[in-house]
Nanobody, 116 residues
Framework: QVQLVESGGALVQPGESLRLSCAASGNILSIYAMNWYRQAPGKQRELVAV???????NYANSVKGRFTLSRDNAANTGYLQMNSLKPDDTAVYYC??????????WGQGTQVTVSS
């Protein structure tokens, strides 16, 4: 059973930074991609960023240049560094790992609020 535990969400002012963490049980990050989604109130969950097992990254246009993914395989933890935060970034952020034949796993979500 794969478990993903997120942390790092907070209330920040526009322009500030946050780093979200997603700790995985088991050595899966060197094998599978980690996806980050977010869901704002009243909106559908959207894919924000992906880091593959070989370290390649992709970002939604809305966060490109401001958000950066990284991964520590030894610690089984993925990170989403968010800079120059905007009110539109306010959402619950989720990490996700899809493992073929086993399942689609989600973290519990962490709230990010950007407000002055």
């Amino acid at each position: 059973q794969v478990q993903l535990v997120e942390s790092g969400g907070a209330l920040v002012q526009p322009g500030e930074s946050l780093r979200l963490s997603c700790a995985a049980s088991g050595n899966i990050l060197s094998i599978y991609a980690m996806n980050w989604y977010r869901q704002a109130p009243g909106k559908q969950r959207e894919l924000v960023a992906v880091i593959t097992s070989d370290g390649s990254t992709n970002y939604a246009n809305s966060v490109k240049g401001r958000f950066t993914l990284s991964r520590d395989n030894a610690a089984n933890t993925g990170y989403l560094q968010m800079n120059s935060l905007k009110p539109d970034d306010t959402a619950v952020y989720y990490c996700n790992v899809r493992i073929p034949m086993l399942g689609n796993y989600w973290g519990q979500g962490t709230q990010v609020t950007v407000s002055s």
